[in-house]
Nanobody, 124 residues
């Protein structure tokens, strides 16, 4: 079992930055693929970024590539999402997720565990 708790969301002006954190419980954190997704009310949850268990591989949605960076610290059992050059359309609830395989990392079905989400609001 893995429990995930996100933090770091908030209100920021367009062009600003935020760093989201996702703290995981359990001793097997380093064996999990970690992903970040986001969801707006009434819309499907969409892929943002994923990182392999070692941190050596990462993937991004086209809409955030070059602006967002995913990283992890397997000693602290934490995965991060650095959000730079934020735009109003980045406003969403952001969720972190843990899965056992780096396969179809953009698919919510890949992930077994989810956090409760953290709100990011970008004002224009």
């Amino acid at each position: 079992q893995v429990q995930l708790v996100e933090s770091g969301g908030g209100l920021v002006q367009a062009g600003g930055s935020l760093r989201l954190s996702c703290a995981a419980s359990g001793r097997t954190f380093s064996s999990y693929v970690m992903g970040w997704f986001r969801q707006a009310p009434g819309k499907e949850r969409e892929f943002v970024a994923a990182i392999s268990w070692s941190g050596h591989r990462s993937d991004y949605a086209d809409s955030v590539r070059g602006r967002f960076t995913i990283s992890r610290d397997n000693v602290k059992n934490t995965v991060y999402l650095q959000l730079n050059s934020l735009k109003p359309e980045d406003t969403d609830v952001y969720y972190c997720a843990a899965g056992s395989k780096y396969f179809r990392e953009y698919d919510t079905a890949t992930y077994d565990y989810w956090g409760q989400g953290t709100q990011v609001t970008v004002s224009s």
